[in-house]
């Protein structure tokens, strides 16, 4: 499965941006969705995760109630809508599928599938 991840930008502190991740081939399977981010120099950092079945969510501290994870109609489509900005949610931005059997909380390691990284970039 290969993903391919799409709008990010530049935006003003408090601005919203809304990201996209679509499989670019046709797969049968259904998988756990996330959104991570990584600045340069620190580790990859989980931002939000749904289930195959978009019944459940996680979203660290950092960007709860201002990130939302949801699913598209197409199988394995994902959306991060993120409001309320700010520059310190400046960097790449990557979403990952895991196959659905694991745990919501997975490690980064334990995805199978990685797109190639959007930039979010927020100006103060």
């Known amino acids: 499965v290969q993903l391919q991840a799409s709008g990010g930008g530049l935006v003003q502190a408090g601005g919203s941006l809304r990201l996209s991740c679509a499989p670019s081939?046709?797969?049968?399977?259904?998988?756990?969705m996330g959104w991570f981010r990584q600045a340069p120099g620190k580790g990859r950092e989980r931002v939000a995760v749904i289930t195959s079945t978009g019944g459940r969510t996680y979203y660290p501290d950092s960007v709860k109630g201002r990130f939302t994870i949801s699913r598209g109609n197409a199988k394995n489509t994902v959306y991060l809508q993120m409001n309320s900005l700010k520059p310190e949610d400046s960097t790449v931005y990557y979403c990952a599928a895991a196959r659905a059997w694991k745990s919501l909380m997975v490690v980064s390691t334990e995805y199978d599938y990685w797109g190639q990284g959007t930039l979010v970039t927020v100006s103060s």
């Open positions: 081939g046709r797969t049968s399977s259904s998988y756990n």
